[in-house]
């Protein structure tokens, strides 16, 4: 009991002597404008800061729902899936998949091995970003990334048992939020043959100089169309997720049915990189998610 009141008494004696030089620096502070000024600067400041760390609060705590529950809905529609013919339903549609500034060099390319996957990000001016809209997507869809798949066995998607070694997947987004989905994935899918893929190279010889995760290299500017080839039809759609080690993202996907070559020189350029445990990624191939009812269509 006897600590308390020395504790309490204590802290009175500091509380007085706080009161007391506050009120000292007041009394000073009307016969002087500088000095009223700065401690005007001082709690205005103090405010601002408290307005600051309020707003970043909120946005973290508004960003965390919105990550739940892009979390929660993507665990009821997980990729990848395998596609069979028996379940796809065809439907013709009245507009093309149109392409745009894919052909346009961008000021700079980026190649980075995140310690899951390889990431490629384009950084270009606002108006000649690579998009594209058309089909059943309700708005324009700009990219973001591309990401890439492989493994010994298989990649990620197959289609009707024929089973892939790589897969290139391009991350869209439509900014206003106009589209049937926030996020669009293009699928690319390789298989092995004799021959190098040649606009594939732009990727495939600069891997050797980021074998260590979270290393970067800026690669020479090149067309994206000649490595993501436009089409307007022939393809696959359903709702999944996008995954690129960083993040995890609903989207829907849309498959190109066209089946590219890649060498396995090329392939094991791929199969070199190291994880962040340093141990090779021979295959950062996600499982086989079973397709409950989705809807998989096939746009001819």
């Not at 013709?92 to 052909?103: C, G, N, T, V």
């Not at 290139?168 to 939020?177: D, E």
């Not at 926030?182 to 390789?190: A, G, K, P, R, V």
Request: proline content about 5%.
């Amino acid at each position: 009991m006897r600590n308390f009141f020395e504790m309490f008494s204590i802290l009175t004696s500091f509380w007085d002597k706080l009161n007391y030089c506050f009120s000292h620096i007041m009394e000073l502070a009307e016969q002087s404008s500088l000095l009223t000024w700065v401690i005007s600067c001082i709690m205005a400041a103090a405010f601002i800061m408290h307005l600051q760390s309020g707003t970043i609060i909120f946005q973290d705590v508004m960003q965390t729902i919105a990550n739940t529950r892009s979390r929660s809905k993507s665990a009821h529609q997980p990729s990848p899936i395998h596609i069979l013919g028996t379940k796809v339903s065809r439907r013709q549609l009245r507009l093309p998949l149109r392409w745009s500034h894919y052909e346009v060099l961008p000021s700079a390319a980026v190649l980075k091995n995140n310690g899951s996957t390889v990431i490629l990000k384009l950084y270009t001016p606002s108006d000649s970003r690579p998009e594209i809209c058309g089909g059943e997507l309700g708005g324009s869809y700009h990219f973001v990334e591309a990401s890439f798949k492989w493994g010994i066995h298989r990649s990620e998607h197959s289609i009707d048992s024929h089973t892939f070694s790589l897969e290139m997947q391009a991350l869209h987004r439509c900014p206003q939020k106009r589209g049937l989905f926030e996020y669009l994935t293009i699928s690319f899918l390789f298989m092995v043959t004799p021959f190098k893929n040649g606009p594939l190279q732009n990727i495939s010889d600069h891997l050797r100089w980021i074998t260590r995760p979270e290393s970067t290299i800026e690669l020479p500017p090149f067309d994206l169309h000649l490595l993501m080839q436009p089409f307007s039809g022939g393809y696959y759609t359903y709702q999944g997720t996008y995954d690129n080690g960083d993040i995890l993202l609903p989207t829907i996907w849309v498959i190109g049915s066209h089946i590219f070559g890649v060498s396995s020189h090329q392939l094991a350029q791929f199969r070199s990189l190291c994880r962040n445990d340093c141990s090779r990624i021979n295959t950062n191939a996600r499982k086989m998610q079973p397709q409950g009812n989705r809807c998989v269509q096939y746009h001819p």
